[in-house]
């Protein structure tokens, strides 16, 4: 039973499409999260919601837009993707934003 | 600025050759230091948390411990699976944002 999963693993699309990763969390957890991790394995992150509100926003371009329906699910939007977007984004999920974060399996965008 | 930095990048053991990875901070309010480790291919699969200077985790071959200003991950009699990349994470205060940052991680090989 998956603690933290997120769809789909792969994800191959041309320059300009919009896509969508979902991400669900069966933990009961508060705090949900989207990282990025690159070609040089670094994660680095980019939104944290908690209780459905958005609690941090890095430096993150606008095409992309999370959206929680509810605390057991955070999706990220990516609008029109570009290049330098290609990455393997991370879906986690934690109690509180101070104790241990969960992670899912990964998404692997590739633009081409 | 806050930052989490890892050493060495990789390191190759001997199976058996103890060892340890270091985790460095510079942070204006710690609040949890995570580690985690990560296999090809997968999300990071936490490990430890550690919270205050003195402090000491144990699992099977990897103790874990924190001073004021690093951690510790040490690796007694490795084995071969205990090849991956093992990262450091530090949750920092809610007055430097309340996120967790990710160090660059360690790769670590065994060789039987």
């Known amino acids: 039973d998956t603690a933290v999963s997120q769809t789909p693993k792969y994800l191959v699309t041309q320059m300009g499409n919009d896509k969508s990763i979902k991400c669900e969390q069966n933990?009961?957890?508060?705090?949900m999260y989207w990282y990025k991790q690159d070609s040089k394995k670094f994660l680095k992150i980019m939104f944290s919601?908690?209780?459905?509100?958005?609690?941090i926003n890095e430096t993150v371009p606008n095409r992309f837009s999370p959206k929680s329906p509810d605390k057991a699910h955070l999706n990220l939007h990516i609008n029109s993707l570009e290049l330098g977007d290609s990455a393997v984004y991370f879906c986690?999920?934690?109690?509180?934003?101070?104790?241990?974060?969960?992670f899912g399996q990964g998404t692997r965008l590739t633009v081409v | 600025e806050d930052q989490v930095t890892q050493s060495p990048e990789a390191l190759r053991l001997q199976e058996g050759e103890s060892s340890s990875l270091n985790c460095s901070y510079t942070?204006?309010?710690?609040?949890?230091l995570f580690w985690y480790r990560q296999d090809p291919g997968k999300g990071p699969e936490f490990l430890f948390t550690?919270?205050?200077a003195g402090e000491e985790k144990e699992k099977e071959r990897l103790k874990a411990t924190l001073t004021k200003k690093e951690s510790f991950l040490h690796i007694t009699a490795p084995k071969p699976e205990d090849s991956a990349t093992y990262l450091c994470?530090?949750?920092?205060?809610?007055?430097?944002?309340?996120?967790?940052?990710f160090g660059g991680g360690t790769r670590v090989l065994v060789k039987p």
């Open positions: 994470a530090v949750h920092f205060s809610k007055a430097a944002g309340n996120k967790l940052t």
């Open positions: 986690a999920s934690s109690l509180r934003a101070d104790t241990e974060a969960f």
């Open positions: 550690l919270y205050s």
């Open positions: 942070v204006s309010g710690l609040r949890g």
């Open positions: 919601y908690n209780n459905k509100e958005l609690i």
């Open positions: 933990l009961g957890h508060d705090t």
